[in-house]
């Protein structure tokens, strides 16, 4: 099993999800070829990217990145400091105020399972296909 964490980051929001992506990136171009397609590195990219961003948002503004290779999957984790838990909402078309993540994320995923986190805060995992 191969594995990458991130600290919790302090940058701003849009620094921290680019930033996010590079890491993401990173650990699947240091997988080697062929240990996943071109299409699944992408699907992997958009989910880390999409929770993040819930964690930046939703989860209190600072978050932790966790990214394993498991056989026959790669599993993305992001902790925040928030005890709330995500919830679909209706997508919002007119005010463009977001709703699409939560359930992209969970069409893309094999498995996602939300963990409430000891001292408050909780933990979301995605498990993807590779």
Do not use: C
Request: net charge positive.
């Amino acid at each position: 099993m191969t594995t990458m964490h991130a600290e919790p980051t302090a940058l701003r929001p849009l620094s921290a999800v680019a930033e996010a992506r590079r890491a993401a990136r990173a650990f699947l171009a240091a997988l080697g070829q062929p240990a996943i397609g071109r299409e699944q590195a992408d699907t992997v990219v958009l989910v880390v990217s999409e929770l993040v961003t819930n964690a930046l948002r939703h989860g209190g503004g600072a978050y932790t990145l966790r990214l394993a290779a498991r056989p026959g999957a790669i599993e993305v984790a992001v902790e925040d400091p928030s005890p709330r838990m995500p919830r679909a909402r209706t997508p919002d078309l007119l005010e463009g105020t977001g709703g699409f993540g939560w359930h992209m994320v969970n069409d893309l995923a094999h498995h996602v399972v939300v963990t409430p986190g000891p001292e408050g805060g909780k933990t979301v995992r995605a498990l993807l296909p590779r």
